[in-house]
Nanobody
Framework: NVQLVESGGGSVQAGGSLRLSCAASGYTSSRYCMGWFRQAPGKEREGVALIDSEYPRYAVSVKGRFTISRDNAKNTLYLQMNSLKPEDTAMYYC???????????????????????WGQGTQVTVSS
């Protein structure tokens, strides 16, 4: 039974930083493509960053500000978010695929439907 549990969300002022964590169980996350998504009220869920054994991939809106990484020993995925902006405000979700690489998912536009496993989400609020 796969479980993904996010933590680390909160409220910060614009320009601040947060680090999100996603602890996986029942799933060896290091073997698979994983990602972070976010969903703001009234908007579709959008891909933020993906990671596999090759290299990380980012949405244009966060490139240079966010860093995705993982600690294989802890079976945990991270998202370091710097220079946060009010438009980054959203519920952030950790997600995992059942395949090794992220290239296909990235080329398809980081769609939520490419990911089988989801956490419950953690709220990030950035005030101006």
């Amino acid at each position: 039974n796969v479980q993904l549990v996010e933590s680390g969300g909160g409220s910060v002022q614009a320009g601040g930083s947060l680090r999100l964590s996603c602890a996986a169980s029942g799933y060896t996350s290091s073997r698979y493509c994983m990602g972070w998504f976010r969903q703001a009220p009234g908007k579709e869920r959008e891909g933020v960053a993906l990671i596999d054994s090759e290299y990380p991939r980012y949405a244009v809106s966060v490139k240079g500000r966010f860093t995705i990484s993982r600690d294989n020993a802890k079976n945990t995925l991270y998202l370091q978010m710097n220079s946060l902006k009010p438009e980054d405000t959203a519920m952030y979700y950790c997600a995992g695929r059942g395949v090794t690489y992220c290239s296909g998912a990235y080329l398809r536009g980081m769609k939520a439907e490419d990911f089988a496993y989801w956490g419950q989400g953690t709220q990030v609020t950035v005030s101006s």
